[in-house]
C-alpha cells in the first residue's frame, strides 16, 4: 500500500469511526434529544412524573379560557390521538390562537393537569399569503373535496 | 492527468487565473442579490400567518445554507489536501473557514431575532438550534487550530481532520427536524416533496441563496489569493511578484 491510499483508508477509517461513535451516542440520548412529548406520550406514562417536560400539541378549537382580571388561561392540547388539558398565567407570544402548535414547558399535576411555566408558539413550514390560505381554507370547509391537506 | 491537476492547482496559475474570476462571481452577487431583497421585501406578499416578520426569511434561510454548504466545501477541500496533499486546497479549507463562521452566526443571529416575536424565545435548546451551534464551534475549532500550530503542514493536517469529523454534523443539522420533535418547524424548501411555499415568496429566497452562493466564491477567491501568497511568501513566484511592482 503506498502513501498515498495509506492515507485514503486513514480519512475513510475517520469517517467511519467517527459515524458510528455518533448513531450511538445519539441513540443513547434520544430521550434527551426530545424536546417536547405529546399528548399520546403523556397518556401512555412516557413523560416524566417528578420534574417538568414540555408538551407540544394543537391547541383545541374553542378550548381557550381566558380567567377575568388576570393573564391565567386555559385551554386543551391535541395531536389529534389524545389531549392534555394544560393552565398558564403570562403573556402568551403572538402565534397563539386556537389550532395553532404550541410548545408548554411545565410539569403534570395529581389530576393531571399541566400546569405551564412558559408558553412558545411553534409555527408550520407552511409559506403563502393570506388570501392564498382564505382560499384554502374556503375550499377545506366546502365539503372537504380534493386533496387532504398536510398540516 | 496527475501533471494537469499538479499544474492548475499549483499556487502561482491559482493566483493569476482567480484574478480574472473575481468580478464574474462579485458583479452578479451585488446584482442578484439586490434584485432578490427588492423582491423579497417589497414585493413578496406577507405570510398569512406571521405577517411581515417572516421577510428575515430571505437572509436567514440563504445563511443557514450556506453555513452547510461552505462547511461541505472546506471538508471536501481539507480531505483533498490529507489524501492528495494539493496545497491549494489546503488553501481554499483555511480561506472557506471564516466566511462559513460568519454564515452561520448570521443564521444564529437572525433566528434568534425571528424566534422571540413567533416563538416567544430568543433561544431554545431544541435539536436544530442546538446542532447549528455545534456548527459554529466546528468552524472556529478549525479556526483555533490553524493559527495555533507553528508549522503550516501540521496545521493543515490537524485542522484538515478536525473538518473531516465535524461531517457527521451536517446531516444531523438538516435532519433534526425530522428526527426529533423539534420548535423548529420542518424544511420548506430542501425536501422531496414540493416547496411549501408560494411562488412568489420562493423566487425571492432562490434568488437570495443565488446571491449569497456567488459573494461566498468571490469572497473565497480573494481570501484564498492572500492565503497563497502568505503561504508561498518566501517561494520564488511570490518574490518576483514584488519585484514587478
Same mark, same amino acid.
Given at each position: ?29 434520544d ?13 401512555? !406514562?412516557?413523560?416524566?412524573?417528578? &420534574?417538568?417536560?414540555r408538551? +407540544?400539541?394543537? /391547541?383545541? @378549537? ?9 393573564l ?28 395553532? !402548535?404550541?410548545?408548554?414547558?411545565? &410539569?403534570?399535576?395529581?389530576? +393531571?393537569?399541566? /400546569?405551564? @411555566? ?34 | 492527468?496527475?501533471n ?46 406571521q ?16 453555513s ?33 463562521a ?63 469529523v465535524?461531517?457527521?454534523n451536517i ?67 511570490v518574490r ?6
Amino acid at each position: 500500500m503506498n502513501k498515498r491510499s495509506r492515507r485514503k483508508m486513514l480519512v475513510a477509517m475517520v469517517i467511519f469511526g467517527v459515524s458510528i461513535a455518533t448513531v450511538l451516542a445519539l441513540t443513547a440520548f434520544d430521550e434527551n434529544l426530545l424536546y417536547f412529548y405529546s399528548p399520546t406520550q403523556i397518556h401512555e !406514562g412516557e413523560a416524566p412524573q417528578n &420534574r417538568s417536560f414540555r408538551v +407540544g400539541g394543537l /391547541v383545541v @378549537d374553542g378550548s381557550v379560557r381566558r380567567e377575568e382580571n388576570s393573564l391565567a388561561v386555559q385551554f386543551d392540547l391535541t395531536d389529534n390521538a389524545a389531549v392534555v388539558p394544560v393552565t398558564y398565567t403570562g403573556i402568551l407570544p403572538d402565534l397563539f390562537r386556537e389550532g395553532q !402548535g404550541i410548545v408548554a414547558m411545565g &410539569r403534570l399535576d395529581a389530576s +393531571g393537569l399541566f /400546569v405551564a @411555566d412558559e408558553v412558545l408558539a411553534k409555527h408550520d413550514e407552511n409559506y403563502m399569503p393570506p388570501e392564498v390560505a382564505d382560499a384554502l381554507n374556503t375550499a377545506h370547509e366546502a365539503g372537504k373535496s380534493g386533496q387532504p391537506t398536510t398540516y | 492527468m496527475w501533471n494537469w491537476i499538479q499544474k492548475f492547482s499549483s499556487p502561482k496559475y491559482f493566483y493569476d487565473m482567480s484574478a480574472k474570476l473575481i468580478p464574474w462571481f462579485a458583479i452578479p452577487a451585488l446584482v442578484i442579490g439586490v434584485y432578490g431583497l427588492y423582491l423579497g421585501l417589497f414585493v413578496a406578499p406577507p405570510d398569512y400567518q406571521q405577517g411581515e416578520s417572516y421577510r428575515i426569511i430571505f437572509i436567514h434561510v440563504p445563511a443557514a445554507w450556506m453555513s452547510l454548504f461552505v462547511y461541505m466545501v472546506m471538508a471536501i477541500s481539507a480531505g483533498i489536501g490529507l489524501i492528495w496533499q494539493i496545497r491549494l486546497a489546503d488553501v481554499v479549507a483555511a480561506a472557506s473557514a471564516p466566511i462559513g463562521a460568519s454564515f452561520t452566526f448570521l443564521a444564529l443571529v437572525t433566528g434568534s431575532l425571528w424566534g422571540k416575536p413567533m416563538w416567544g424565545t430568543y433561544w431554545v435548546w431544541d435539536a436544530r438550534l442546538t446542532s447549528e451551534l455545534i456548527l459554529l464551534f466546528l468552524y472556529f475549532g478549525y479556526m483555533a487550530l490553524q493559527s495555533s500550530i507553528e508549522d503550516q503542514r501540521q496545521a493543515d493536517k490537524a485542522s484538515g481532520l478536525l473538518a473531516i469529523v465535524g461531517v457527521v454534523n451536517i446531516p444531523i443539522i438538516h435532519y433534526s427536524v425530522e428526527w426529533w420533535n423539534t420548535l423548529h418547524q420542518g424544511a420548506t424548501v430542501a425536501k422531496f416533496d414540493k416547496p411549501s411555499m408560494h411562488i412568489d415568496m420562493l423566487i425571492p429566497l432562490l434568488l437570495m441563496a443565488l446571491a449569497f452562493k456567488l459573494f461566498y466564491a468571490a469572497v473565497v477567491l480573494v481570501r484564498a489569493r492572500n492565503e497563497a501568497l502568505y503561504r508561498d511568501r518566501n517561494r520564488r513566484w511570490v518574490r518576483e511578484l514584488i519585484e514587478k511592482i
